[in-house]
């Protein structure tokens, strides 16, 4: 795991990905910056999130909301009662440790569903220490995560930095109910910053204190939301799915989507497949890496009816890690806000007066980058990041094989022309075999060399970064076969 997460974290760093930030102070814990590879990288996974999951409907729309919330709209969501973690405090060093970790690095299980009386027992019978200093554990206590902010000048008003960006949109399902003409099911996606103070941040960019999510909450009648979605294209899918008793185990079962509509909603399994084909299909996850895990009741955020998380099975982790999740959150949101605010959120659908629920697809931005970085990175002999084509921050790097008797001026030519459809990259430094290497470690699927049969012919060598083979193209024809390449996936 150690040796795993070096790489990962040296490839980051030294090429641009990801690195902690303010590092010249030191680096501030659970606080990461994106470099210039890592920023494209996300903003294309961003963009491909967007273009998939509101694809799914016509009725599903992207909105933007505040990073800050008032004192009021946090206490009626449950956040300001609720949003804790077990905080466990070194007697010797003072250190802060969560509780959970604890017992679940001691363990190899969950422990995310105990009480303070149980992880201290659980501390005290695996005779647990402190892992920095090896110092007495102090009882476990909980502790808010939220951030505290003070507004105004004279710091009247409490808010909170929001720690979800799921609030901004039940806080503006009215008026987004109005604006789409009083339509559902509806659905409102938001891309954005959340922040939680998280008791002992670590392993990268796995568990921060400032992350971004891409979230769906899709509001409906629960009454109608079975019939409205197409059950029928999807029903003989095979899910890969961990149930609650044996998730721990790594036992992962594959199940059709039709054999499971006994035990969870039509629209709940609808929505797994189409995650499922979000990264198996449309990002080439490995199937064997993917996963959904069911939480149980004690587990599960207390308004979750149902709860599987989306797990991908990562070396850097030693095992199944959490990226995403789908949940049903009922109405205890919009039921919150409407006893807090004394804004009726009830609507009339056809006739019928009901207070709307919601399925909540919700996606770690920040883990989803480092699972990637972590799957598709080869260190050997010959050091290659396999990313998906889709997300690759370079989608072509184009050479000049030598840097004199016009090639360069004919290399820059080519890079204009396509430069405006597609991410690219000129150098011409070094030898063309170092240039391909410098390509292939930060995941560029396309090199372009050109070379002095080039300027005879007018045709110009592409090489594939997976397989290494070569063809050479027309260059009247390269953006169109680059869009052929990449809308299919097509091999070489």
């Keep these: 795991m150690a040796k795993r997460y070096d790489e990962v974290m040296s490839l980051s760093l030294r090429k641009g990905f990801i690195w902690p930030s303010v590092d010249i102070y030191g680096g501030f814990a659970g606080f990461y910056d994106y470099g210039h590879l890592g920023a494209a990288m996300k903003r294309k996974w961003e963009n491909l999130w967007l273009k998939y999951f509101l694809g799914l409907s016509r009725r599903y729309h992207l909105i933007d909301t505040t990073n800050i919330l008032p004192f009021k709209s946090l206490k009626a969501s449950g956040h300001v009662d609720h949003f804790t973690d077990m905080l466990v405090s070194c007697s010797g060093c003072g250190t802060s440790h969560r509780g959970d970790h604890l017992v679940q690095n001691a363990t190899g299980k969950s422990a995310e569903s105990l009480s303070t009386d149980e992880i201290d027992a659980e501390i005290q019978n695996l005779g647990l220490k402190c892992p920095k200093c090896g110092g007495a554990l102090q009882s476990s206590t909980e502790f808010n995560m939220m951030i505290p902010l003070s507004i105004g000048p004279t710091g009247a008003d409490k808010a909170y930095l929001r720690p979800e960006t799921a609030q901004g949109a039940f806080l503006n399902f009215k008026r987004e109910f109005e604006s789409l003409r009083r339509k559902m099911p509806f659905g409102l996606a938001i891309i954005g910053r959340a922040f939680r103070n998280e008791i002992s941040p670590r392993q990268g960019t796995y568990r921060m204190r400032e992350f971004i999510q891409a979230e769906l909450q899709i509001f409906f009648n629960p009454n109608t939301f079975d019939d409205e979605v197409d059950f029928k294209s999807v029903e003989d899918e095979i899910l890969r799915i961990s149930f609650e008793d044996k998730k721990d185990d790594g036992h992962v079962e594959d199940i059709r989507a039709g054999d499971l509509i006994d ?230």
Excluded at 291 to 312: C, P, S, V
Excluded at 389 to 399: A, L, W
Excluded at 428 to 452: H, N, Q, W
């Design 263 to 492: 035990r969870l909603p039509k629209f709940y399994v609808y929505h797994m497949v189409k995650i499922q084909q979000f990264y198996l299909d449309l990002l080439n996850m490995p199937r064997e890496r993917f996963r959904f895990a069911e939480l149980g009741e004690k587990e599960r955020a207390f308004y979750n009816k149902l709860h599987f998380d989306i797990e991908i099975k990562l070396d850097s982790l030693n095992g199944w890690g959490e990226i995403n999740g789908i949940h049903y959150r009922t109405d205890h949101d919009l039921s919150g806000h409407q006893a807090g605010s004394n804004e009726k959120m009830t609507v009339t659908v056809d006739g019928e007066r009901i207070l709307p629920h919601v399925l909540e697809l919700s996606f770690g931005v920040d883990r989803n980058i480092w699972a990637f970085l972590d799957v598709c990175y080869e260190k050997g002999e010959r050091s290659v990041l396999r990313l998906p084509r889709n997300i690759s921050p370079i989608t072509i790097g184009i050479f000049p094989l030598v840097s004199k008797g016009g090639l360069p001026e004919l290399a820059i030519e080519v890079f204009e022309s396509l430069n405006d459809d597609f991410e690219c990259f000129y150098d011409e430094a070094g030898s063309i075999g170092k240039r391909y290497a410098r390509m292939d470690e930060i995941g560029t699927p396309f090199c372009l060399t050109v070379d002095y049969d080039s300027l005879e012919n007018k045709d110009i060598t592409i090489r594939e970064r997976d397989s290494t083979k070569q063809k050479r193209v027309p260059i009247s024809e390269l953006s169109q076969t680059f869009k052929d390449l990449l809308k299919t996936g097509a091999g070489f």
